[in-house]
């Protein structure tokens, strides 16, 4: 039964203010068991500060959760996600209680300390979490060791030996947070480069929930890393967790991980980034997960050099899914390229927004809700089955490349080439490319142009690859252009080009003249809407004004 805002302060203050310890010897055994025995005197004050800032932060949570305040949060689960947050605010008081009496102990002299650092070791296969875990040799056994029974400081570092598995039988929940100024908490798979054990191998050690209902849960950690690591198994599901749930955190990086086969029925995510500040993922797998490789919620994350596929035992129907107005960044990154995605490779909704940045992909974004959708594409190449998705979205519509072999002189240094697919043309829709790449179906403006109120003309140059039996008319090919036409106030007016192409070589200037009332926001789109077998434009992505 969840509990008043008053009666969980007390709840708190009654577990860090009691000292069930009769004597200092029972106490320093409890501060072995929890790692405070090793820890630099800034860093137990650090600590100390952290966990006061923290339950306060986590009361605050739980009574708003409490109140209503969380409408994503159904409410037939709000009783037990409230007892969830009740057992974190009872470790945390336990671990600060703790470190109350591990900084009280040195001041009296009750404790001879030799404080040594921050690097730990967990072997997985051969580890005792009864041991100190402070060598290769006293190695612990289970990343939960370190993630929450232990008391982490900032610039913590478990190095885990490489090509060692866990099957986890519980959550595994982490309780502290890393600090800008002193660094992340890091878990961190061993490799060839990087190996206390000497075992030279570059295998990910696995965490595998072997279909349990448990995860990797964080929330409220902020400024941990993953690197290095494999986690699959997970048939774990909540309102936002996946097999990797990090929500209302400050920043999270995971680096050259590979997390598969989550496997609930309908709730299977790989990994969920929920309601934070920053994520970086760089270098990393996420493949057959059955729902949802990685789903972005309320954030803003950055995606480097990573891999999405469907594949597995469990495939996977989405690689990514932005929700909730999250903020995305994807470069050279591929999507369904060994094994096609079951419905899409991204999804967006709620105001989400995707940038795409040298990736490959085999369909366009599916934006559920009004805002959504790719805001833009930089060399982004779409490499698609060309069959239509069920659910009717410009999915392969064609592909657009970056390329310097056909460029026009005096203008920019490459150009775009455009080839539509036949569904483009069964769809009626129109590609749209623009200053340094192209846009979706989302409705958005690829050229962006701040101007003076006064009268301008702006073209965009565009030629065939080759001749077309029939010419793109003035209505399939051209450069529309919206900005403010009055003094005050939001009126739009539109212009549209009326030039067309008639041969194979020749770059024309599609043109709009326009007078604009205010300043503001000039947005143009160069839209091309007609298909013809083996044929493609090129598009100069500079706009010339005058």
């Not at 190695?139 to 885990?160: C, E, M, N």
């Not at 902020?222 to 198994?233: D, P, S």
Request: aromatic share 10%.
């Amino acid at each position: 039964m969840s509990l008043t805002r008053t009666e969980l302060l007390q709840l708190v203050a009654d577990s860090y203010q009691t000292d069930p310890f009769r004597t200092w010897r029972q106490r320093d055994d409890q501060m072995h068991y929890r790692a405070l025995y090793v820890k630099k005197d800034y860093q137990l004050v650090a600590i100390r500060d952290g966990y006061s800032a923290k339950l306060a932060r986590i009361v605050d949570h739980y009574q708003s959760i409490r109140d209503g305040l969380h409408f994503d949060i159904p409410e037939a689960i709000r009783e037990d996600v409230l007892e969830w947050y009740q057992a974190k605010l009872l470790r945390l008081a336990l671990k600060y209680r703790d470190t109350l009496t591990e900084i009280r102990g040195r001041a009296l002299a009750q404790f001879d300390r030799n404080p040594i650092g921050t690097t730990y070791y967990i072997d997985l296969d051969g580890g005792n979490d009864g041991a100190n875990g402070l060598s290769t040799s006293t190695a612990w056994l289970t990343t939960g060791q370190f993630t929450s029974v232990t008391v982490r400081s900032a610039g913590d570092i478990a190095k885990i030996r490489a090509g060692t598995s866990q099957v986890a039988s519980a959550d595994i929940l982490a309780d502290e947070d890393g600090t800008s100024a002193l660094g992340l908490i890091e878990l961190r798979g061993c490799t060839s480069l990087d190996d206390p054990w000497g075992d030279a191998s570059d295998v990910r050690p696995i965490i595998d929930f072997n279909g349990g209902a448990y995860a990797m849960r964080w929330s409220g950690d902020a400024r941990w890393g993953f690197y290095n690591l494999e986690v699959k198994g997970s048939a774990f599901n909540t309102y936002n967790s996946g097999q990797i749930g990090m929500d209302n955190f400050e920043y999270f990086e995971m680096k050259n991980c590979k997390v598969q086969e989550a496997r609930h029925a309908t709730l299977a995510y790989g990994l969920v980034l929920y309601g934070y500040g920053f994520a970086l993922i760089e270098d990393s797998i996420i493949v057959g997960n059955r729902n949802v490789g990685i789903r972005f919620d309320r954030g803003h994350a950055r995606v480097r050099r990573t891999t999405f596929d469907g594949g597995g035992t469990y495939s996977q129907d989405v690689g990514a899914h932005l929700a909730n107005g999250a903020h995305v960044i994807m470069e050279e990154s591929t999507f369904g390229q060994t094994t096609a995605h079951d419905t899409n490779d991204f999804t967006a909704a709620d105001g989400s927004q995707l940038y795409l940045n040298g990736c490959t992909s085999r369909d366009l974004v599916n934006a559920s809700r009004s805002g959504s959708g790719v805001s833009r594409w930089e060399k982004h190449v779409w490499a698609p089955s060309g069959s239509l998705a069920a659910n009717g979205s410009i999915n392969g519509c064609m592909t657009i490349e970056r390329q310097t072999s056909v460029v026009r002189s005096g203008g920019s240094d490459y150009a775009l080439k455009m080839t539509p697919f036949t569904n483009l043309f069964t769809l009626g829709k129109f590609c749209h490319s623009g200053l340094d790449g192209c846009y979706g179906h989302a409705a958005r403006a690829p050229i962006v142009i701040y101007l003076a109120a006064g009268t301008y003309t702006v073209t965009v140059y565009a030629r065939a690859d080759s001749v077309f039996s029939t010419y793109p008319t003035a209505d399939e090919l051209y450069l529309e252009a919206t900005y403010l036409d009055e003094a005050s106030g939001q009126s739009l007016a539109y212009a549209k080009s009326t030039q067309v192409l008639s041969d194979g070589s020749t770059w024309v200037g599609f043109s709009v003249t326009i007078t604009t009332g205010q300043a503001g926001h000039v947005l143009c789109d160069l839209r091309f809407g007609k298909y013809e077998s083996g044929r493609s434009i090129y598009v100069d992505p500079n706009p010339v004004l005058s």
